[in-house]
Nanobody, 128 residues
Framework: QVQLVESGGGLVQAGGSLRLSCTAS????????MGWFRQAPGKEREFVGA????????VYGDSVKGRFTLSRDNAENTIYLQMNSLKPEDTAIYYC?????????????????????WGQGTQVTVSS
């Protein structure tokens, strides 16, 4: 059974930082684009960013550009989301997702439907 497990969420003050991790088990996602999405209460799920299988290409949503950084460690089957200069509007549940249908691609999709495997999410709360 494939699992993506997120960790690293929590409560932080505005201007602070957090690093989220997402580890895959049951299947290797080393060959696939991996992404992060978030969903705030009452809002639609939003693309945060994604990283290609080599880590060479990253794409970010407009609301996090310049503040968030994606990376991955394929030896550990883990991706990371470093979040700096956090704002109260970053408060959401953050979900890790795998684009498991297209191996070895340099394409990054921002659409939810492109991702076929999802974690359970980790809560990030930024206080003002």
């Amino acid at each position: 059974q494939v699992q993506l497990v997120e960790s690293g969420g929590g409560l932080v003050q505005a201007g602070g930082s957090l690093r989220l991790s997402c580890t895959a088990s049951g299947r290797s996602f080393r060959r696939y684009t991996m992404g992060w999405f978030r969903q705030a209460p009452g809002k639609e799920r939003e693309f945060v960013g994604a990283v290609t299988w080599t880590g060479a290409r990253t794409v970010y949503g407009d609301s996090v550009k310049g503040r968030f950084t994606l990376s991955r460690d394929n030896a550990e089957n883990t991706i990371y989301l470093q979040m700096n200069s956090l704002k109260p509007e970053d408060t959401a549940i953050y979900y890790c997702a795998g684009d498991g249908s297209r191996p070895y691609t340099n394409c990054v999709a921002a659409e939810i439907l492109a991702y076929d495997t999802w974690g359970q999410g980790t809560q990030v709360t930024v206080s003002s």
